[in-house]
């Protein structure tokens, strides 16, 4: 393999523009000539790439969102484009590419895979939902920005006397809401993975009240109700005026932790060393701190799992 090239898809996460720098140059540093694709598998199908070199990647590490941009492309799922795509990378002599992205990039990926052309994907989501992987890059500094936000709520609740609902982001997956959670001290977390009664979280903040405490926390994750529900719900079953706050898209910003850069630094530079190993059509990720790779058959379509003992210390600690 000679020519290869990296693309982010989907939404982005902070520390895509750590792994686009690591694929560069790991690549460059293998003696390859490496590409960048601006905006995903759009940029793809339209030719929107460039040849980079090493300066094409300096002065991104620290930063948030992608320098290669992102998207999401409906004309991509059918066949006419995937051959639009493949034409383009046919042109440019480029036999492998990188995609960094969530679960439906790894489809896009697969399919250019069945075309012929060798693809690593590279977990990019701060939802932390792909199996296969302990961590997704951006997953750190999303929860960094969750608890900084709960820690300066916190600090208003407890002024104010007032019950907090802060609804995060995470798709269909809780890990968000439940690290950001545990981390925060939150009394309820409401994760779409665990079944959770209304009545139990109006309960605890009644205990709470009764024992002299002036202020709670409930996390909501987005994929199991939402942080306004929560607060109607609560208002219908007792006399308290919740607040409501909804992170949204600022929980997908911001300069990259040091454990994302780290993360993206490695997962990059080990789909290059794969693609050159000519293992293709895989997806990397991190389990127990060692580097692994699973075909993407393997991932896709697998449901997403909790750390259920995690929720449990969670509600142990709050009570
Ligand atoms: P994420 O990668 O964050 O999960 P999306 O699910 O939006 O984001 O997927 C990103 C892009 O990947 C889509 O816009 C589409 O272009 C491509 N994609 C998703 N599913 C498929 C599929 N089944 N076949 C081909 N391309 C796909």
């Known amino acids: 393999m000679k020519k290869i090239a990296v693309l982010t898809s989907g939404g982005d996460s902070p520390g895509m523009n750590a792994a686009v720098r690591a694929v560069v140059r790991k690549g460059l540093y293998l003696g390859l000539e490496v590409f960048g694709v601006y905006r995903g598998y759009t940029g793809l199908m339209e030719g929107e790439i460039k040849k980079f ?44 590419v990188v995609v960094i992205g969530g679960d439906g990039s790894y489809r896009g990926a697969q399919k250019l895979a069945e075309y012929g052309i060798a693809t690593v994907g590279i977990p990019g989501t701060i939802d932390n939902d792909i199996p296969g992987t302990d961590y997704t890059i951006g997953f750190d500094t ?11 709520i916190r600090d208003t609740a407890m002024s104010h006397e007032k019950t907090s609902v802060i609804e995060v982001m995470g798709r269909d997956a809780g890990d ?33 009240i009764e024992r002299g405490k002036k202020h709670s926390i409930i996390i909501v994750a987005e994929g199991s109700t939402s942080g306004v529900e929560v607060v109607k719900q609560i208002k219908n079953r007792m006399n308290l005026e919740p607040r409501v706050t909804i992170l949204g898209h600022l929980q997908r910003g911001g300069k990259p932790t040091g454990f994302d850069r780290v993360l993206a630094s490695r997962l990059g530079a080990y ?19 060692k580097l692994v790779h699973y075909p993407f058959d393997k991932i896709l379509g697998k449901p997403h799992q909790i750390n259920t003992n995690m929720f449990e210390l969670a509600s142990q600690l709050s009570i």
């Open 142 to 152: 999303a929860l960094n920005t969750i608890v900084d936000a709960i820690d300066k």
């Open 176 to 208: 968000l809401a439940l690290w950001s959670g545990l981390a925060g001290g939150a009394e309820s977390i409401m994760i779409p993975e665990v079944s959770i009664d209304i009545g139990g979280i109006v309960d605890k903040i009644q205990k709470g």
């Open 271 to 289: 789909a290059v060393d794969l693609l050159t190993d000519n293992q293709v059509g895989v997806a990397v990720g991190i389990e127990q701190n």
């Open 53 to 96: 070199d090493l300066g094409s990647v300096g002065d991104i590490i620290h930063r948030g969102g992608t320098m290669l941009h992102s998207s999401r492309s409906e004309e991509f799922k059918t066949e006419e484009g995937q051959r639009k795509a493949i034409d383009q990378l046919m042109s440019h002599g480029i036999e492998g």
